[in-house]
Structure formats: structure tokens, C-alpha cells
């Protein structure tokens, strides 16, 4: 059974920094793209970033291009994304999303950032 | 980037009927496109991809259709548990932009 896990959210202020992680399970983790894909609060869905199976290959939504980083450790089948210089639009549930080609085949369940002083 | 924009954004239908929701993308994505279920509270759940193949486990009253630009999920005969918000996706670059999404709720 595939499984998302993430964690790392929380509260943190406008210009602050926060690294959410995604641990996964139930598949082979490095044969797969992974993705992190947001929504506001009562809001649609955006997608953010995607990284290659290996790492090699990375790409962001202009809204938050040069300030998250996606990055992937294969040997702890362990997603990452780095935000720095929050704001508060970037206030959203962020989903860790498995797939191929862009289409999401499995999500977790969401973490929340919430950014307000 | 892509802009995909659905239509309606609110779309009242009574169970046992058949819904039609569209999607329509700012430029061509061929097939490229995705459709997902989303229910209060929940992850949202892959229906379509490739534009008219069903996901794992989809029922059959779920069908995707459409290239290009337009693009249409039919429900054929609505069940309580589908209303919901469904969004399409376009995958044909790296920049997999999201519709703004379409409510079904019960007429």
C-alpha cells in the first residue's frame, strides 16, 4: 500500500523559513517523480514543484520559483521542500504527491503552513 | 503558462442525472490532462488521466473525453457520494497548472 507522510508544518512568521518532509512507503520511491501541490484555504489546488526520479531534475510554479527548494533522498525514500522568504499567500495545506508524466496516482494527506505574525 | 479555466463553477444536479463539467486550456496540452475528485476534508483522488483513461478502481459512470483545448468528465448517473469539487490538471509541460475547479452539489 502506497503511503505519504508529511510533517513539518506549522506557524511561522512573514520572512521566515520552514522545511516540510514527506516519507514514503509502499513503493519503489526512486522510480517515481514526486510533487508538492498546494491549496489555501478554501481555495483550488496549485501545483508548486516536481522533481525527477533521481534528482536530477527539478521545476517550480513562478510563485514561489527562487524562494522553495524540492530536493529528494532516495536512500530514505524521504521528500523535502525547503521555503524560504514566506509570505502569507503562501498560507495553504501542501500535499506530497506521487506520480508520472504530472498526473498525481497518490497523495498524503497535508500538511498545514500557516504564516502570519 | 498554461491557464485552464472550468465551467461552471457551480453545477446543481440531481442524483440518478448525468453531469457534464468542462475544462478548457489557454493553449493546446493534446491529452495531457487529468481530472481529480476532491471531498470536504480529504486528498483529492486521480479520476482521468490521458484525458479518457479511468484510474485504478474509477467506476464506469466516470468518463473523460476531449484533445487540444476542450475537454469534458461526464458522469453518467450521479450517486450521493459524488458531489463534490473536481479540478483538471494539464501535464504537457513541466508547469502542470490546475483549473480553478468545478462544485457538483445536489440539485
Known amino acids: 500500500e502506497v503511503q505519504l507522510v508529511e510533517s513539518g508544518g506549522g506557524l511561522v512568521q512573514p520572512g521566515g523559513s520552514l522545511r516540510l518532509s514527506c516519507a514514503a512507503s509502499?513503493?519503489?520511491?526512486?522510480?517515481?517523480?514526486m510533487n508538492w501541490v498546494r491549496q489555501a484555504p478554501g481555495k483550488g489546488l496549485e501545483w508548486v514543484s516536481t522533481?525527477?526520479?533521481?534528482?536530477?531534475?527539478?521545476n517550480y510554479a513562478d510563485s514561489v520559483k527562487g524562494r522553495f527548494t524540492i530536493s529528494r533522498d532516495n536512500s530514505k525514500n524521504t521528500l523535502y521542500l525547503r521555503m524560504n522568504s514566506l509570505r502569507a499567500e503562501d498560507t495553504a495545506v501542501y500535499y506530497c504527491?506521487?506520480?508520472?508524466?504530472?498526473?498525481?496516482?497518490?497523495w498524503g494527506q497535508g500538511t498545514l503552513v500557516t504564516v502570519s505574525s | 503558462e498554461i491557464v485552464m479555466t472550468q465551467s461552471p463553477a457551480t453545477l446543481s444536479v440531481s442524483p440518478g442525472e448525468r453531469a457534464t463539467l468542462s475544462c478548457r486550456a489557454s493553449?493546446?496540452?493534446?491529452?495531457?490532462l487529468a481530472w481529480y475528485q476532491q471531498k470536504p476534508g480529504q486528498a483529492p483522488r486521480l479520476l482521468i488521466y490521458g484525458a479518457s483513461t479511468r484510474a485504478t478502481d474509477i467506476p464506469a459512470r466516470f468518463s473523460g473525453s476531449g484533445s487540444g483545448t476542450e475537454f469534458t468528465l461526464t458522469i453518467s448517473s450521479l450517486q450521493s457520494e459524488d458531489f463534490a469539487v473536481y479540478y483538471c490538471q494539464q501535464c504537457n509541460n513541466w508547469l502542470y497548472t490546475f483549473g480553478q475547479g468545478t462544485k457538483l452539489e445536489i440539485k
Open positions: 522533481i525527477s526520479g533521481s534528482g536530477g531534475t527539478s
Open positions: 504527491a506521487m506520480g508520472a508524466s504530472g498526473y498525481v496516482y497518490y
Open positions: 509502499g513503493f519503489t520511491f526512486n522510480n517515481y517523480a
Open positions: 493553449q493546446s496540452v493534446s491529452s495531457n
